[in-house]
């Protein structure tokens, strides 16, 4: 048991973060009432009219709603199951390499882009990805014409796909890693004397040993469906990728904050944040199910 001062000590400590969840995520809470208004800053909260669920009604009937939540169910479930599918491979991969300072070397290479803010990846991106940029004098070698990565609707989710990959596998690989490390040795050994191969051992060894791990990461990565990266694609993104690239996110920025439609900008929100918690609940409840995962 903690002694009084203690116990006073870490409620100080978890005060400013507790202080940011309240102000960020709980006091928001009760202005999503505009979803349910004609909304007018001027009149305030209180004054504005109430429409019921209007708003949300006209949400679902407009065409360009739709083809956000298909863009954003698209981008995030990519993103979601090729990080996995390549984080996985990595570490399985990097467990191989027996030199030391190699097995560092790379590590950190690959981890570093996780901790680059995609305002700087953006503009590197940018660079390499123009019309006249390197990857297309590289593809200009091979006889192929210029392609504008980040101005083909066709093209455009793709590199945000992929760039998120590149930067965040690395990150996401050390949890295998780690799982990787508390595999009994003799097992290695006694697939080594049955005559196994590395990639056999590779198959039959480590793979098996961290399906749980892999099973729970990819049961608790349900609940982010919808969250395809606001920060990543408003850097990228503009008004001639809006058919492939707009996001639930960046929507609601345009019209709630640019086009200054908060009724309808909040019921966008509203929306995502109720089929997001049902989400989360449906990855818990498979995380208990098939990885034997509980927190409560």
Request: aromatic letters at 14%; glycine letters at 8%; a positive charge.
């Amino acid at each position: 048991m903690f002694k009084g001062t203690d116990r006073f000590a870490y409620w100080l400590m978890v005060l400013p973060g507790l202080l940011l969840l309240l102000a960020f995520t709980f006091v928001p809470l009760a202005y999503s009432a505009i979803a349910f208004q004609k909304f007018n800053p001027a009149l305030g909260l209180q004054g504005s009219p109430w429409v019921g669920l209007d708003n949300l009604l006209y949400m679902f009937g407009l065409r360009d709603a739709r083809q956000v939540l298909a863009n954003t169910v698209f981008i995030a479930a990519m993103k979601m199951i090729l990080v996995l599918f390549t984080a996985v491979s990595f570490a399985l991969l990097l467990n191989e390499v027996r030199f030391l300072g190699v097995r560092r070397a790379i590590q950190t290479m690959v981890y570093l882009p996780h901790f680059l803010s995609w305002v700087i990846l953006a503009g590197i991106l940018r660079t390499i990805l123009a019309r006249d940029g390197l990857v297309n004098d590289l593809l200009g070698y091979f006889g192929v014409a210029p392609i504008y990565f980040l101005g083909q609707p066709a093209v455009f989710p793709w590199v945000i796909i992929l760039s998120d990959v590149w930067k965040e596998f690395g990150f996401e690989a050390i949890v295998y890693l780690a799982a990787l490390t508390g595999i009994d040795p003799t097992l290695y050994e006694v697939a080594e004397l049955d005559g196994a191969t590395r990639l056999q051992k590779m198959r039959y060894v480590s793979l098996p040993a961290i399906a749980p791990v892999i099973v729970l990461v990819g049961c608790l990565s349900i609940g982010n469906v919808l969250n395809a990266g606001f920060d990543q694609i408003f850097n990228l993104y503009s008004p001639i990728v809006y058919s492939s690239g707009d996001i639930l996110d960046t929507y609601v920025y345009r019209i709630g904050l640019i086009q200054g439609q908060y009724s309808l900008g909040t019921a966008v929100g509203l929306f995502k944040t109720v089929v997001a918690l049902g989400l989360i609940g449906i990855s818990y409840w498979a995380a208990s199910r098939y990885a034997n995962y509980r927190i409560f």
